[in-house]
């Protein structure tokens, strides 16, 4: 699972940041506090003030100019220069129009100079939170179908259709791309920034708002949906309920402590078992649990901790959408794709169909993720075990089948063993009954 690699085109750009933005500082206030400033004329009336200002105004768009270069650490690909042309200008301009009392809208320029402040930081941030997820990304990409991986039924890592996904890893240095941030503005004159990525020959495009980035930082998580380890975070929430099993044993310490064991006993159904470790004249038993499922499901259903767990998928549908889609909730036999949009309802109704779906799923997989059988256990978490003496038939029949191990039977086909002392030949009929005389 994952992108397609070409080790001799792929380019890892996080590793190539100080030639891809070199002297990104320098560059960027260069740049910035080179342009001419073509207001200057406005404010010759008291021109000794003026210069002053002027001076001060030349020094914020240096300062400016400096905190937008500052903001091309981590980030690779794109030249900041352009994304800022004009605002360190834009910056001084109404800092000089505000000194000298020149603004014809006060109110308006304020407003506008407080956006610009705050753009370099917001820049900042949102560069430093995108990468922030490049190793959980790459982790994702890993176990695409697997918990803690991407949702591959509705993210197909190899498609190049899918631009969210191409312009996430392009970005994190997977796959080479032409990149670019721009700056855009709302109708309430709002900055945010988009991280655009195209692929080299154009035939992908991907526009990552940093809005969309922010989410990430509030969820700690990808932009694109994973599927949740549920095994885990319902092993650990359920661990007080009923369904557990749990013995009292005493530690090193002398203390008494108490030990899960795994589901409870009564949602075994229990025999006794030959142990296949054979030891002539003696038959050894285990007491064998095999796990009903299908009660073990229903009960971890009435659990209110797993109810609580229940609702906090279905507050994201997309997380239950990927849960549904990966191999632990598939049924191999009726193989169906699930999307965000079949749980909206499910994630504000607790009994709309596709939210009883999902819980009923959520209980089954986890009662699987128990192992069939296990040895049943006492009070003090010892195996409960028993002997019996075996009769001269047995252990002839248990000496032949450790004789014949991995051979395939042949009726009338005659096995020499010992058993007891003594040469045995062994004979199968055509109906697998085992017939034995001692050899004299």
């Known amino acids: 699972m994952g992108a397609y690699q070409n080790p001799e085109q792929v380019k ?27 207001q200057t004329v406005q404010y010759k009336a008291n021109e000794k003030k003026y210069n002053e200002n002027l001076l001060a105004a030349q020094k914020l768009k240096v300062q400016y100019a400096s905190k937008v270069g500052d903001v091309a650490e981590g980030y690779a690909g794109a030249d ?10 834009e910056y001084a301009n109404i800092q000089l129009r505000l000194m000298n009392n020149t603004s014809e809208d006060v109110k308006a320029d304020m407003e506008e100079l407080e956006r610009l402040d705050r753009l370099p930081g917001q820049a900042k941030t949102a560069i430093a939170t995108l990468m922030s997820q490049k190793e959980a990304h790459n982790k994702s990409v890993a176990l695409a179908g697997q918990p803690n991986g991407y949702d591959k039924q509705n993210i197909n890592i190899n498609d190049p259709a ?58 700690g998580t990808s932009i694109l949906p994973t599927i949740p380890d549920a ?28 030990e899960i064991v795994g589901p409870a006993d009564n949602f075994y159904k229990s ?14 038993q285990n007491y064998t649990g095999t796990l009903q499922y299908k009660d073990l499901a229903e009960s971890i259903q009435k659990q209110d901790a797993f109810t609580a767990k229940v609702a906090g ?13 990966s191999a632990g909730f598939q049924d191999p036999n009726k193989p169906e794709r699930y999307t965000a949009s079949q749980f909206a309802q499910a994630s504000v109704n607790p009994n709309d169909p596709a939210a009883i779906k999902f819980k009923e799923a959520l209980a089954n997989y986890f009662a699987h993720t128990f192992p069939p059988k296990r040895q049943m256990v006492n009070e003090a978490g010892e195996p409960i075990v028993q002997i019996k003496a075996a009769d001269v038939a047995t252990d002839v ?19 020499q063993v010992l058993s007891r002392g003594k040469k045995w030949n062994v004979t199968k009929d055509k109906n697998n009954k085992t017939k034995a005389n001692i050899i004299k």
């Not at 900041?80 to 200008?89: I, P, V, W």
């Not at 885990?232 to 108490?258: C, F, H």
């Not at 030959?274 to 002539?280: H, I, L, N, R, T």
Request: aromatic share 8%; net charge negative; proline share 3%.
């Open 271 to 284: 025999e006794w078992e030959d142990d296949p470790k054979y030891v002539e004249g003696k038959i050894n």
């Open 397 to 415: 029949k248990r000496a032949t089948e450790l004789s014949n191990q991995g051979k395939p039977s042949i009726p009338g086909e005659k096995t």
């Open 231 to 258: 095994a885990s975070a319902l092993n650990e929430s359920l661990t007080t309920t009923d369904i557990y099993g749990k013995v009292k044993k005493v530690d090193k310490g002398g203390k008494i402590i108490e």
């Open 313 to 325: 998928y279905l507050a994201n549908p997309d997380q239950v959408a990927a849960l549904m889609n």
């Open 80 to 89: 900041l220069r352009k994304t800022f042309s004009g605002k360190a200008d």
């Open 12 to 38: 890892d750009y996080t590793m190539d940041v100080a030639n891809a933005w070199a002297n990104a500082t320098n560059k960027v206030v260069k740049g910035l506090t080179d342009v001419a400033d073509d």
């Open 162 to 219: 899918n631009s969210t996904f191409n312009g996430l890893n392009s970005i994190y240095g997977n796959a080479p791309a032409k990149q670019d941030i721009a700056l855009v503005t709302d109708t309430n004159g709002n900055y945010s920034l988009n991280f655009n990525s195209e692929g080299i020959n154009g035939e992908w495009k991907s526009t990552i708002n940093s809005s969309t980035v922010q989410q990430m930082q509030l969820k």
